[in-house]
């Protein structure tokens, strides 16, 4: 008897769940003016972009390439979708969104699929929508081409999700910069640099993968993850708290302060650890040697 009643609360739980989360989308689109159903139609269209640095699209994937030949933006979707999409370049500012008091609603996965080629950049910011709008459920993707550089800046903001190429490397002689926020995900990351200052924070996650790194300068917090297992890094300084989460892994020296996280590290016999632990935190440590 006592498992019907479980089964029937969990059926009464789902639909109750299932009808909020329905009413919530239903109030989104009714916010809007108008809504638009991609037709299946797919055309192309072509646009310069001539000094471009900033990207903001609401949905999509892009392919970007930062040293290309050509400053220029190509995408590929629904025609009625395509011809409701405002895309306007202001100070370096490329922004695809959709007209004012539109509702867009694309029928083919990927929603949008487009290039951008940009020219000798050495600072780079993504944005996609916030975690609150309509378009939260298209997560914008930009996959970025190698690179080979001194210096190199990336920012990601939103409901974004950036990747590097299949065999690409991001690589810098002197220093880059990576900078997460409100929920961006930067995946399948390779890069080679002497100093990598990455700082994540409200719920943003990376993977490095394939990465050598001289020195990692790296800040964890707001319920951000880093995961870096696969990397190879001499010596990092970490600043970790607010439910921060991290696995990494270290040859010489560690230092930092872990307030109200966690961290977990395979570290080689001889490397020097000088943590500070505050709080709820949880430190795991695990020496090479001990590894099977």
């Given at each position: 008897?006592?498992?019907?009643?479980?089964?029937?609360?969990l059926v009464?739980?789902?639909?109750f769940?299932h009808?909020i989360?329905?009413?919530t989308?239903?109030?989104?689109v009714?916010?809007?003016e108008r809504v638009v159903?991609?037709?299946?139609?797919?055309v192309k269209?072509?646009r310069d972009c001539?000094g471009?640095?900033?990207?903001?699209?609401?949905f999509?994937?892009?392919?970007?390439?930062?040293?290309?030949?050509?400053?220029?933006?190509?995408?590929e979707?629904e025609e009625?979708?395509?011809s409701?999409?405002?895309?306007?370049i202001?100070n370096?500012?490329l922004?695809i969104?959709?007209q004012?008091?539109?509702?867009?609603?694309p029928?083919c996965?990927p929603?949008?699929?487009?290039?951008?080629?940009?020219?000798n950049?050495?600072?780079l910011s993504?944005?996609?929508?916030d975690?609150?709008?309509?378009?939260?459920?298209f997560?914008?993707?930009f996959?970025l081409?190698?690179?080979?550089?001194e210096?190199?800046?990336?920012?990601?903001?939103?409901?974004?999700?950036?990747?590097?190429?299949?065999?690409?490397?991001?690589r810098?002689c002197a220093?880059?910069?990576?900078?997460a926020?409100?929920?961006?995900?930067?995946?399948n990351?390779?890069?080679?640099?002497?100093?990598l200052?990455?700082?994540?924070?409200?719920?943003?996650f990376?993977?490095l993968?394939?990465?050598?790194?001289?020195?990692l300068?790296?800040?964890?917090?707001?319920?951000?993850?880093?995961?870096?297992l696969?990397?190879?890094?001499?010596?990092?300084?970490?600043?970790?708290?607010e439910t921060?989460?991290?696995?990494?892994?270290?040859?010489r020296?560690?230092?930092g302060?872990i307030?109200?996280s966690?961290?977990?590290m395979?570290l080689?016999p001889?490397?020097?650890?000088?943590?500070?632990?505050n709080?709820?935190?949880i430190?795991?440590?695990?020496?090479k040697?001990?590894?099977?």
């Open positions: 008897m006592f498992l019907a009643f479980k089964n029937i609360f009464a739980f789902l639909v769940t009808q989360v329905q009413g989308e239903q109030q989104v009714a916010a809007y159903i991609g037709s299946g139609n797919l269209i072509e001539p471009v640095h900033t990207i903001y699209c609401c999509g994937d892009f392919d970007i390439d930062m040293d290309a030949a050509e400053e220029k933006l190509i995408i979707g009625n979708i395509i409701k999409l405002e895309i306007t202001d370096g500012l922004r969104s959709p004012p008091g539109l509702c867009l609603i029928t996965r929603s949008l699929k487009g290039s951008i080629g940009l020219k950049l050495s600072n993504l944005a996609g929508p975690a609150q709008g309509m378009y939260r459920m997560k914008t993707r996959a081409e190698a690179i080979d550089k210096n190199f800046f990336l920012e990601v903001t939103g409901q974004v999700r950036v990747c590097a190429q299949p065999d690409c490397v991001l810098c220093m880059m910069g990576i900078k926020c409100s929920g961006a995900e930067l995946c990351f390779s890069l080679q640099a002497h100093t200052v990455l700082e994540l924070v409200k719920d943003s990376m993977s993968d394939n990465t050598f790194l001289q020195e300068q790296v800040t964890v917090k707001e319920r951000s993850t880093l995961f870096g696969e990397a190879e890094i001499d010596d990092i300084y970490i600043n970790m708290k921060g989460w991290a696995q990494i892994n270290a040859k020296y560690v230092t302060i307030e109200d966690f961290l977990s395979n080689s001889s490397l020097e650890v000088e943590l500070v632990k709080g709820h935190s430190i795991e440590i695990v020496k040697e001990e590894l099977t």
